[in-house]
């Protein structure tokens, strides 16, 4: 019985491919451009061809074309008319600014510290960076947080560069996130890459998800504090700390 029903599906399918592929075909030969965009590409508006010199870095086509099919399909459901002048382009659009918003998945964090790592005298004083601008997206929701983040650690017998803590901050920052684990691992990030046991990441930020919709409540700070080391139990450290950031 299974069998049977598999094969006839498979059947069907084949039948269907073999349509799809005569109708590809014929629109590549009418529109190149239209061609490898993903299965819909036979009855695509040609304004909705991806141009050869808008393929973000390494993205391979088929993977911007499914992203884009994706996009439209929520524009249609949201009750947009996708042929329109203005939103014909947008799920290019849309496709390129959320690879744009989540390019921290091909970035590792450690490795951007590691490459800027200076040896200084051991017994330093608190090394503190306030006021990095981080710009997320809540993984509950795919809609923006953004805040600020502010790093601080006791060197060993070395210490990052500053820039590099930034970048670090943002290859965490854009991926889907939650505010507590992103301020998490721009601890252990620094604890790892710069070798320092006591490490404080302080993050504040405004959640769309908050402000746009929910609770509706725009203005609204949520701050997360992760303490490591000696930040964790010396209070006297911790007052230092939070007097700098001050
Ligand atoms: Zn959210």
Do not use: W
């Not at 088929?62 to 947008?90: N, P, Q, S, W, Y």
């Not at 390019?103 to 790592?117: F, H, N, T, V």
């Not at 051991?122 to 947080?145: Q, W, Y």
């Not at 805040?147 to 210490?159: C, N, S, W």
């Amino acid at each position: 019985m299974m069998p049977a029903r598999a094969a006839g599906a498979a059947d069907a399918g084949a039948d269907k491919d073999t349509k799809l592929v005569t109708a590809v075909a014929g629109a590549a030969a009418a529109d190149p451009a239209a061609s490898g965009v993903g299965n819909g590409a036979a009855k695509r508006d040609p304004r909705l061809a991806i141009p050869d010199d808008v393929l973000p870095g390494d993205v391979r086509r088929d993977r911007l074309g499914r992203m884009m099919d994706a996009c439209r399909v929520l524009l249609e459901e949201i009750g947009e008319d996708v042929t329109r002048d203005g939103i014909a382009k947008t799920p290019l659009r849309m496709a390129k600014a959320l690879l744009e918003c989540t390019a921290g998945y091909a970035q590792d964090p450690r490795e951007i510290l590691e490459s800027a790592l200076f040896d200084v005298d051991a017994g330093g004083g608190m090394v503190v960076v306030k006021d990095i601008a981080f710009h997320s997206m809540c993984e509950h929701h795919v809609l923006p947080f953004a805040g600020k983040a502010h790093i601080a650690y006791l060197p060993g017998d070395r210490v990052v560069g500053l820039s590099k803590l930034a970048r670090a901050t943002d290859a965490i920052a854009k991926r889907l996130q939650v505010q507590e684990r992103l301020t998490r691992q721009i601890a252990e990030a620094v604890r790892d890459a710069v070798g320092a046991d006591d490490v404080a990441v302080i993050t504040t930020a405004e959640h769309m998800c908050m402000s746009m919709r929910g609770a509706s409540k725009p203005g609204a700070a949520t701050t997360s504090t992760v303490f490591l080391g000696r930040f964790a139990t010396d209070s006297a450290l911790q007052t230092q700390l939070l007097m700098q950031l001050k």
